[in-house]
């Protein structure tokens, strides 16, 4: 055995071993990753290769965390959270919401058929990002799991992607070397009749099958919280002049602007008004008592015009003083047991002496008092809705009367920013669709316009850079040059055609899909085809067989990027606001993988002829 076999088995063995590490998931995904590219630039230190591309040494292995793809998905990252912190997609979700329901249809699915045909024409890439945020916020909005969505999501842009030669990079590259190699000729429609036959086949898995495999992965958040309807708090809002609430007349008991809050008392100097409120009209001077939950209560904190603030400089309350003209956080405190808060109103708690925090909510789990928020004596066990700022927020640790809930610790919405995080949202997906900039520049110069314009600010940018990501593509682009350059990806493609020859074209065909669809989830597809292409059209001609036939099976099989979540970029772009696991790629993505293949194996022999 040479040095050169040596090489190509370890590297078989170190790529074996970290994909089923990653799937065991005994390790975190960063740790595998790391051990992985550690275990490369060992092996190649000892073993040096020094062939015509130069030594593959730890600069050559490491360069995949600079790699244009990478800043464009950890760019993307901070430009979703700041559609995130800005609730710029509430409105067009809500609305189409609306129609959908109007239309008594359920608006998930049709946006996904969409997604895969507006594929066929744009880069999937700027698809997925478009859309992400729009389902996921309609995901919310309609109680579905967001990890339910945005996987299939991913998955759909891959597959309308391989129905037209423009639909992904990789079809035109395998045209391009088809075209080098031999006379083929591949126009934009040459494989769409059974492109879309299997994009149809494996729309109908994604669809209707994989939102049931797939589990909803939740956050700590999620899992102490609970459901989010469940969790109500008292509030009261002080209806000062000028207020958005003056004027305001109940309608059917219950007033316009606090519908998704159930009013409990409204009380007007010494005369309290108790449902139901027939007639009743608001006054400056008035102050509501309502129960909603905290995602109600944020969304109140962050209009234009908050109800809860006010709105005017005339007869604020102390509390309303105190609120953080900036970036307000909102987090939950439990009142310790032997709290001095004890016994005492929240006006006359020290929290916003000592730690300049606002109570603005109030929840306890025995029956509440139909008082106001500020006359209710705090027991131990209750829950305080506090605001204040990031710093504000953080100081509450070291106060002995309260216990902070660090997982529910979030900033208010920025909500006045909403049309200008839109519009740079909307200049980034144009400029990359249509090709007026490259990908990377458009996501890092829109990620930098989030910043500066105050959309987000760098302490929550950094927060939306994921880790797992980072490193996943990093290590998995290290494995890429190593399969390539000991030539681990080629021997595969030869011992394919040895095993293969004497077999007839429908076997062979068959057996090339399946072998460039596992490669290409770890590989990328770019490099999978590049490397397949020359070997694909030699075997159609070795074979007498249609070569449209086979190039077609390359373009297929290399776009089969659905088992893992280093396949595709698309899909570590939904990694992260999924919160999916490795694990979870393959459970959902690999039964798609075969239904691909057995799909083609069917069809492909019907469609040439043999």
Not at 187 to 215: D, N
Request: glycine fraction near 8%.
């Amino acid at each position: 055995m040479t040095v050169a076999d040596i090489q190509m088995a370890l590297t078989f063995v170190i790529i074996g071993v970290t994909i089923v590490l990653y799937a065991l998931e005994r390790f975190s995904i960063e740790v595998t990753a790391l051990g992985s590219v550690v275990a490369f630039v060992i092996l190649f230190t000892v073993l040096p290769i020094d062939g015509p591309d130069g030594d593959l040494g730890p600069q050559v292995l490491l360069m995949g965390f600079a790699n244009p793809a990478l800043i464009t998905i950890m760019a993307l990252l901070i430009v979703g959270q700041s559609l995130f912190h800005t609730d710029a997609l509430d409105k067009p979700t809500q609305h189409i919401l609306k129609v959908f329901r109007k239309l008594r249809l359920a608006p998930i699915t049709p946006i996904l058929i969409g997604v895969a045909a507006i594929s066929a024409f744009l880069n999937n890439t700027p698809v997925v990002v478009m859309f992400l945020p729009v389902l996921a916020a309609m995901a919310a909005a309609n109680g579905t799991a967001a990890a339910r969505v945005l996987m299939p999501l991913s998955f759909i842009a891959i597959l309308g992607g391989m129905t037209t030669l423009i639909g992904s990079s990789t079809n035109l590259l395998v045209a391009d070397v088809a075209e080098r190699v031999s006379d083929i000729q591949i126009g934009f429609f040459s494989f769409t009749p059974i492109g879309a036959l299997m994009a149809t086949i494996g729309s109908l898995y994604i669809i209707f099958v994989m939102p049931k495999i797939l589990k909803p992965r939740k956050t700590m958040a999620d899992e102490v919280q609970g459901p989010a309807g469940g969790k109500q708090f008292i509030a009261q809002i002080p209806v000062t002049y000028n207020h958005p609430l003056v004027g305001s007349r109940a309608v059917a008991g219950m007033f316009p602007n606090l519908r998704d809050m159930t009013v409990r008392l409204v009380q007007r100097g010494e005369k309290p008004f108790l449902p139901p409120f027939e007639g009743v009209e608001l006054q400056a001077g008035d102050t509501v008592i309502v129960a909603a939950t905290r995602q109600t209560l944020t969304k109140a904190l962050s209009l234009r015009k908050p109800i809860m603030r006010s709105n005017d400089g005339t007869n604020p309350t102390p509390e309303q003083q105190m609120l953080p003209e900036g970036t307000a956080t909102l987090a939950e405190a439990v009142v310790a047991p032997g709290s001095r808060m004890i016994g005492r109103t929240t006006a006359q708690s020290s929290l916003r002496a000592d730690n300049n925090c606002v109570v603005m909510g109030l929840q306890r789990r025995s029956r509440m008092p139909r008082m106001a928020m500020s006359d209710i004596r705090l027991e131990a066990g209750d829950v305080l809705l506090l605001a204040g700022s990031h710093d504000d927020i953080q100081s509450l640790r070291g106060n002995r009367d309260v216990l902070l809930l660090d997982w529910s610790t979030a900033e208010v919405p920025k909500r006045r920013h909403a049309p200008r995080a839109l519009a740079i949202f909307i200049a980034i997906v144009g400029c990359a669709a249509f090709g007026i900039v490259p990908v990377v520049t458009a996501a890092l110069a829109g990620a930098l316009a989030m910043m500066i314009s105050g959309c987000i600010n760098v302490r929550q940018s950094l927060r939306a850079l994921d880790s797992r990501i980072f490193m996943l593509i990093g290590a998995s682009l290290a494995a890429a040059t190593a399969l390539e350059r000991t030539g681990g990806a080629k021997a595969a493609a030869e011992a394919l055609m040895t095993v293969m020859e004497g077999q007839p074209p429908a076997a062979i065909l068959s057996m090339l899909f399946l072998l460039i669809a596992v490669l290409t989830n770890v590989l990328s597809n770019n490099a999978t085809a590049v490397l397949f292409a020359p070997i694909a059209i030699n075997i159609a001609q070795r074979t007498g067989v249609d070569v449209n036939a086979f190039v077609t099976c390359l373009i297929f099989a290399a776009n089969c990027s659905f088992a893992t979540p280093i396949g595709y970029q698309t899909n570590l772009i939904v990694m992260g606001p999924g919160h999916y696991r490795f694990s979870d790629f393959i459970r959902a993505g690999a039964p798609l993988v075969l239904i691909m293949w057995l799909s083609f194996s069917l069809i492909a022999p019907w469609y040439y002829g043999f």
